[in-house]
């Protein structure tokens, strides 16, 4: 594998950082065009999507693709369509209710960079070990520890609790009554 120049010594091979190039500008541009609100219900989809990873009998449901070995690739892919669904569900209920049009953009940044640090993290559950040993020992710390993949589902919820939709405070104007 051909590595990049040591840039601090982390040796990510070029398709690696051509994929986190990737991952970071397409999550933010996705923040950029879907808003603070709209990319933290896709942030909530990906969490409970997640959690219904967990729970769906995948192999009972459909056993012709996992006759031999787990099939990574329908794992992945009903993963993101079950985040694509139930986005659609929630923006239905929870965005009808706000209709609130500013953008933080630091906020949008970070919502879109942890988005797609979740959905990585959880991609990397389902690749084989054998693909696994592929990517570079940073890639691996980033996104497939215990300890990585605990701080890409804890620190959203903390950063939303932070920066949860504060508005301005309203100021009240006298009126003189005559």
């Known amino acids: 594998m051909d590595q990049l120049a040591n840039i601090g010594n982390l040796n990510i091979t070029s398709w690696e950082l051509v994929i986190l190039l990737f991952l970071l ?18 942030l909530l ?31 992945i ?3 993101l369509v079950s985040i694509g669904i139930i986005y659609f569900l929630l923006s239905r209920s929870i965005l009808k209710a706000r209709k609130d049009g500013k953008k933080a953009l630091f906020q949008v940044f970070f919502l879109s ?42 620190i959203p919820l903390i950063f939303v609790g932070l920066f949860r939709g504060r508005r301005p405070a309203k100021i009240k104007m006298k009126t003189r009554n005559k």
């Open 113 to 154: 960079i942890f988005f797609v640090g979740v959905v990585a993290s959880v991609v990397f559950l389902f690749l084989p070990k054998d693909l696994i040993k592929a990517f570079s020992p940073v890639i691996l710390k980033i996104f497939n520890t215990q300890t990585a993949r605990f701080l890409w589902l804890v």
């Open 25 to 42: 500008g397409g999550g933010f541009l996705l923040g950029i065009l879907f808003g603070r609100d709209r990319i933290f219900v896709l």
């Open 45 to 75: 989809s990906a969490y409970v999507s997640f959690a219904l990873m967990g729970v769906v009998p995948f192999k009972k449901i459909f056993p012709e693709f996992f006759e031999k070995e787990e099939n990574f690739v329908v794992l």
């Open 77 to 79: 892919v009903a993963f």
